[in-house]
């Protein structure tokens, strides 16, 4: 059971554009929802995070816009840089056990 | 060096081979996972451990084991391998406080 779905699978912008990443999640005991991002040959790290009590969250060029009746949640990237390229990952946790259900993963390709 | 150590970054082995993965972490965090990442289907959970006398069975626990030798030590074993899990695996360490995962580089295994 998918309980993030994330979309689309690829995505390839020229540089200065604003890609969007999209998700969708079911379970709604989820109470915090990070985005990883994964550089080639290394393992996912940290990018940003936002809580359903807020709409939005921007650090840089990264925001995250929430919307908690919809239960859909999207990564908004200023400015694109070649820099940016990389796979990126939505996550929903839940509960005390602080487990993340991860997203399928958009890889994203910027042209210089 | 890396706060989240995994070896052996690369493996080829032959099916019915056993397989041991192994992790180290100097983060001193509690709680260690190991997932499984395939392209289209983004990271999946496959065992996580909250301290050493605890181990715990993720989503896709069929055909692994794992073993947590001490708070900084968290092995992932396939016993017999099968061509189906080629993958690439990943180890993580969790934050208590914050839930932030932090990702080793992972470790490409390809089963022929």
């Known amino acids: 059971q998918q309980q993030v779905k994330q979309s689309p699978q690829s995505l390839i912008v020229q540089k200065g554009g604003i890609p969007i990443i999209n998700c969708a999640y079911e379970n709604t005991a989820f109470d915090y929802f990070p985005w990883y991002q994964q550089f080639p040959g290394k393992g996912p790290a940290l990018l940003i995070a936002?809580?359903?009590?807020?709409s939005e969250k921007k650090e840089g060029r990264f925001t995250i816009s929430f919307n908690k009746s919809a239960k859909q949640f999207s990564l908004h990237i200023m400015d694109s840089q070649p820099g940016d390229s990389a796979t990126y990952f939505c996550?929903?946790?839940?509960?005390?056990?602080?487990?993340?259900?991860f997203g399928s993963g958009t890889q994203l390709t910027v042209l210089p | 060096d890396a706060d989240v150590t995994q070896t052996p970054r690369n493996r080829i082995t032959k099916t019915g081979k056993r397989i041991m993965l192994e992790c180290s972490q100097t983060k001193g965090h509690d709680r260690m996972y190991w997932y499984r990442q395939d392209p289209g289907l983004g990271l999946r959970l496959i065992y996580y451990?909250?301290?050493?006398?605890?181990?715990n069975k993720g989503e896709i626990s069929d055909g692994y084991s794992v073993s947590r030798q001490a708070q900084a030590k968290f092995s992932l074993s396939l016993e017999s391998a099968i061509p189906n899990q080629t993958a690439l695996y990943f180890c993580?360490?969790?934050?208590?406080?914050?839930?932030?995962?932090?990702f080793g580089e992972g470790s490409r295994l390809t089963v022929l």
């Open positions: 996550a929903g946790r839940s509960g005390s056990a602080r487990q993340l259900t």
């Open positions: 993580a360490t969790q934050a208590a406080n914050t839930g932030e995962l932090f």
């Open positions: 936002i809580r359903p009590d807020v």
């Open positions: 451990s909250f301290d050493v006398k605890d181990i």
